[in-house]
């Protein structure tokens, strides 16, 4: 594949199931090295979407390509070009970390080297100790690394962090940013912003299976969304809030009017999961009408 | 790499997690063995049974049909637990997902079966000779016939599993789907129960199905002379065994080919 092409192309994509519309309509792209999120609140069709372009379900319809190939039709080779970390998990787990790695290297034509993704997803220590006997984290970054063993072009990451401590999911982050410095191509599904915020160069907000928003992360849910908002209290103890892009004026001007420090001062900059939040929020409030004659 | 190597690579794999798994150990690998030590112990007040001239100890009678019952288990219970198992937990939807053939996932399950098959097969012979003191037969045809029946009935029996697979409706419930038919199996083909003491509707019945075939088959050859004057028709009717196991051999091998899926089909 050309560096230039797209690695995943969605046109018009629908799936329903019986008379429920799961995707209904959703068209994006992703280019080649690049990392996009899907966002989205549980049941809005982000898990549909991804496994539609995995391969595992077939679509209604639309036009789906992915690395060049239409997934419902993509054969060994295709899938040898995928890594693909699942939601979830649960297997019985009776061989090693090391042992399920170096078996499924065997699958892929020019796996990674798999001292070095146990290395890599930091389990290391952990690296002769059967699967079932890791802690939730812990298996689930066996499950990333099984996603990369295979040394794919397009990674799909289905909420990879569900349950990692703070520091877990940093490290992960480290690992991510590595595999994009290699070029890799990641599509991101996560219920935690900050992840998004961290990792993804572009973001699609999908809500009630269509999509609300897409665009670069700096950039979702449009500029009157980031407008800081300084919040202080007046002379009298009420919360006083004001959206703002010249925030250091009203803060001096606040300082001036009340002659000293204002209590409770806060300039607060719109974090994605704030912008996030809105963007499904005024979704809902659309969708409700639609929702009642249902 | 090619189907076969990587079906080669399942077969070590899947072995190796067959010797992990206490459950499969107990209920697949010895559960014959355990079954032979309590019918040998139970029976062995009655002495010797059989028609005259070819009477044998209770232990040499229970032999053959427990190496015809590691067979089913090894084959249709552990892969028909097995795969529901592997289905519902996400690994088959995991290996969906790599470039790994259906066939050489098959390949792997077939070869675990034949592995642990034959390990379990020569144990109970093994045991049966140097524990129970049974006498083996020494004739080559007697073995040639063993290793067909042998062949033929882990094959037909993998295949069966693979296909009774797909009707657990979870993980959970497939013991409770797969034991009870089973179980059901081996009391009426001749495992459990003598054969000819079972009624001839029973008999009938039984002989729908592989068991009863595979039971006949070994009994052929560990059997004495005389013994095939108690089996219908009062022959050992070999070419009803090879035709009988050859069709669900088809059966099984149509039904795993359509039904196999890497995930529930969603609607």
Redo the contacts between chains.
Sequence with gaps: MKTNDAAVQVRELRKT??QKNAVDGVSFDISAGETFALLGPNGAGKSTTIEIL?????RTGGEVRVLGTDPAKGG??W??R?G?V?Q?????G??TVA?QLK??A????NPRDVDEVIAAVGLEPQAKT?IAKLSGGQQRRVDVA?GII?RPELLFLDEPTTGFDPEARRHFWQVIRGLKAEGTTILLTTHYLDEAAQLADRAGVIAGGRLVDIGGIDEIGGADARVPLVRWRDRDGALREEHTDEPGRVVASVVASLGGEPADLEVIRPSLEDIYLQLIRSVDSAAQPEEVLA | ?SMVT?GA?RIG?ET??YF??PDTLFFTFFFPFVMLAIFTAAFSAQGEVGPPGAEISIGAYYLPGMIAAGILLSGVQNLAVDIA??KS???L??L??????PISYFLGKIGQVFVTGVLQAALLILAGWLVLGIELPTEPEKWFTFAWVFVLGLVTCALVGIALSAVPRSGKSATAVVIPIVLLLQFISGVYLQWNMLPAWLQDIASLFPLKWIAQGMRSVFLPDGWEALEQNGSWNLTGVAIALGIWLVVGLVLSRVTFR??RR??
């Design positions: 199931y019986g995995e391969g595992y379900r077939s060994l080779d899938k040898s995928l693909i699942l979830s998990t649960g297997e019985t009776l061989v042992e078996h499924f065997g699958f892929y034509p059967r099984l295979g | 790499m990587l690579s794999y190796k997690t992990r798994s198992m592997e937990n996400g690994t939807k995991r969906g997902g790599t470039p790994l053939s890497w995930i969603d609607a």
